[in-house]
């Protein structure tokens, strides 16, 4: 894994949040990386599906955990589909 530097211009919330998805991402990463398409759709679409929950007041976590899983698969899976493209 390869440590990388990234610069851009935002606010400190914006930072906390973007860094909090990073570590998630990252934490998922070994995990998920050697799924099948599949797996991936499937876990996207029950976190989106427990946000839903969540704005109903059905849900243990508030949106924003939500939104944090969301944003670290689809952060992630694209990766894995590059890997697996050899790019």
């Given at each position: 894994m390869a440590e990388v530097s990234i610069t851009f211009t935002a606010d400190i919330e914006t930072i906390r949040v973007f860094s909090n998805v990073?570590?998630?991402a990252a934490k998922h990463q070994s995990i998920w990386r050697?799924?099948?398409?599949?797996?991936?759709?499937t876990g996207l679409v029950e976190e989106?599906?427990?946000?839903a929950e969540e704005s109903?007041?059905?849900h243990e976590?508030?949106?924003?955990?939500?939104l944090r899983q969301i944003a670290s698969i689809c952060m992630?899976?694209?990766v894995k589909i590059e890997e697996a493209q050899g790019d």
């Open positions: 990073l570590e998630l050697d799924k099948d398409d599949y797996y991936w759709i989106v599906g427990e946000l109903l007041g059905n976590h508030p949106p924003e955990v939500e992630n899976w694209p």
